[in-house]
């Protein structure tokens, strides 16, 4: 029953995630220049540490942040600068408590999430 919850929850906020995305993409009129995209995250699960692999069209500042499945946030990096093209970041999760949270980076008005698994 605690899997098939974790599952719906995990599913709704996509879900939210991808709604929120089409909304934004129907409703304001960017340039492709402002996309970044999430190329890979690994290993997942996680032990301590993540590499995220990141795309940018264009440089600017990013905001990285670790959400539980109960929609809380549970870490906030300090915000920092996505530059142009590829780049990859290691986040510290060694602190967080084993669990599945929704990793979540935000530049230029755009959300990208992914789901991570902390063992």
């Given at each position: 029953m605690k899997t098939i919850f974790i599952f719906l929850l995990i599913s709704v906020f996509c879900l939210g995630t991808y709604a929120q995305n089409a909304e934004t993409k129907s409703s304001v009129s960017t340039s492709i220049s402002s996309s970044f995209s999430i190329n890979k995250?690994?290993?997942n699960p996680v032990k301590d540490f993540v590499i995220v692999e990141?795309?940018?069209e264009d440089s600017g500042?990013?905001?990285v942040s670790l959400i539980n499945?109960?929609?809380s946030e549970v870490k906030k990096w300090e915000s920092s600068e996505l530059l142009q093209g590829e780049q990859k970041l290691k986040?510290?999760?060694s602190s967080i408590k084993s669990g599945?949270?929704?990793?979540?980076?935000v530049k230029s008005g755009q959300v990208k999430t992914q789901?991570?698994?902390k063992n």
């Open positions: 995250v690994y290993p990141l795309r940018s500042t990013m905001q499945i109960l929609g986040l510290d999760l599945v949270y929704f990793l979540k980076i789901v991570i698994k």
